[in-house]
């Protein structure tokens, strides 16, 4: 699996630290309020993981699964609901967790749900942020880093399914990714 990899752009250990930084920040932000945690699978999974475990208080984990159409054959771009149920959050403060920022469009959507289904609160965190222009106007309430416009693996985020359980996040050798077009 490491082989496979050209460049780590952030490693575990810078991980580890913004993790308490961040975790630290959004119970601030909450101040003893009662939150749900809503992950959208799977890409968030790993990052979540880690960063509750920072918040020793109460708290309850949600899960939803998403899929996000982009670029090239759908170029309005749409983001499906692919759970027969979404959590309940009428009337509760909810932290929305993602694994990266790209176009936007995932969070605009499952935010716009959220308060739909009568959240009272709603608060993102996203571990990475793309810098880029979005095809929709939003910004994570709390964003572990900010990367370039580059595809990344890793901690949680995939490549054709692959590679979410490496410890940091890096960029694929380019003939991986050709070899399998
Ligand atoms: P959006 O474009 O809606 O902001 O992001 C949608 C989803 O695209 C993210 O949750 C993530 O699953 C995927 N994505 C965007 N950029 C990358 C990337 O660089 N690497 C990987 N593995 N997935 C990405
Ligand atoms: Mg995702």
Redesign the pocket.
């Known amino acids: 699996m490491h082989q496979d990899i050209a460049r780590v752009l952030i490693d575990e250990e810078v991980i580890e630290k913004r993790l308490d930084i961040i975790a630290d920040r959004i119970l601030e932000e909450f101040s003893g309020r009662q939150f749900v945690v809503i992950v959208?699978l799977k890409?968030a999974l790993v990052f979540t993981a880690d960063v509750l475990r920072r918040m020793p208080i109460p708290l309850e984990i949600e899960c939803i699964n998403v899929a996000?159409y982009?670029g090239e054959t759908k170029s309005s771009g749409r983001?499906d609901f692919l759970d027969a149920k979404l959590p309940l959050v009428e009337g509760r403060s909810v932290l929305l967790i993602?694994?990266?920022?790209?176009?936007?469009?995932?969070?605009v959507a499952v935010e716009e749900k959220l308060r739909e289904q009568g959240a009272q609160m709603v608060k993102s965190c996203v571990l990475l942020s793309?810098d880029k222009e979005r095809a929709a106007e939003v910004e994570a309430d709390h964003v572990g880093f900010h990367i370039g416009d580059?595809?990344?693996?890793g901690y949680g985020?995939?490549?054709k399914g692959l590679y979410r359980n490496l410890p940091y996040i890096g960029i694929l050798k380019s003939e991986i990714v050709e070899a399998s077009r």
């Open positions: 959208i890409g996000s982009h983001v993602d694994d990266i920022l790209d176009t936007g469009r995932t969070l793309k580059e595809f990344v693996v985020l995939d490549y």
